[in-house]
């Protein structure tokens, strides 16, 4: 059984992948491919080919992406591809996947877990993390917002409490 492990950046799924982790289940997360797949000549040639030069930073690709919809989607067309295909191969159980309704991707999964901390908590962290209200603003516009993920989700972990009440409800989840 596959799991896709979902919600709005900030919420907490990387600290439940964590968790699920501990508790021993396989896990990968689209970001960590993302990441690596950043790195490889191929995508920084398609990136410096649409971007120039400066996109090989991920700290300016990042505000790019936040402030201009167009650049986001050009990423995703660089990067939507080769992310899909390492997730399929991938034997992990548990995988994180930020914009699994966006991507259209929920099929590909058996079940579905949303992370959600609610979105006064989401601002409070994504501020804490980028110190910019313009470049949350223009994250938080990237993503559909939580309460539509919700609608796919066959579990929702809420993350706006303790980690301890956080981790009793992972492990019974991952008992399951």
Same mark, same amino acid.
């Given at each position: 059984? &596959?799991?896709?492990?979902?919600?709005?950046?900030?919420?907490?799924? $990387?600290t439940?992948?964590?968790?699920?982790?501990?508790?021993g289940?396989?896990?990968?997360?689209?970001?960590?491919?993302?990441r690596?797949?950043?790195?490889?000549?191929?995508?920084?040639? $398609?990136?410096?080919?649409?971007?120039?030069?400066?996109? $090989?930073?991920? =700290?300016?690709?990042?505000?790019?992406?936040?402030?201009?919809?167009?650049?986001?989607?050009?990423?995703?067309?660089?990067?939507?591809?080769?992310? !899909?295909?390492?997730?399929?191969?991938?034997?992990?159980? /548990?995988?994180? !996947? %930020?914009?699994?309704?966006?991507?259209g991707?929920?099929? =590909?999964?058996d &079940?579905?877990?949303?992370?959600?901390?609610?979105?006064?908590e989401?601002? &409070?962290?994504?501020?804490?993390? /980028?110190?910019? %209200?313009?470049?949350?603003?223009?994250l938080?516009?990237?993503?559909?917002p939580?309460?539509?993920k919700?609608?796919?989700?066959?579990?929702?972990?809420?993350?706006?409490?303790?980690?301890?009440?956080?981790?009793?409800?992972? $492990?019974?989840?991952?008992? !399951?």
């Open positions: 059984m &596959r799991i896709a492990i979902t919600g709005g950046i900030g919420e907490g799924k $990387s439940v992948l964590r968790m699920i982790a501990e508790l289940g396989t896990v990968d997360s689209a970001d960590l491919i993302a690596d797949l950043f790195a490889t000549e191929e995508i920084q040639d $398609s990136l410096r080919e649409a971007f120039g030069d400066q996109a $090989s930073d991920p =700290a300016w690709l990042r505000a790019k992406i936040a402030a201009s919809p167009t650049a986001r989607r050009l990423v995703n067309r660089i990067l939507h591809r080769p992310i !899909v295909e390492a997730m399929a191969i991938s034997t992990a159980q /548990y995988i994180e !996947v %930020p914009l699994l309704v966006e991507a991707l929920v099929g =590909a999964f &079940r579905v877990w949303v992370v959600t901390c609610g979105p006064a989401q601002r &409070r962290r994504l501020l804490a993390r /980028y110190n910019d %209200p313009g470049q949350v603003d223009g938080l516009a990237t993503q559909l939580t309460r539509t919700i609608t796919f989700a066959d579990e929702i972990i809420r993350t706006n409490c303790d980690l301890d009440s956080v981790f009793a409800h992972v $492990s019974q989840l991952v008992r !399951v």
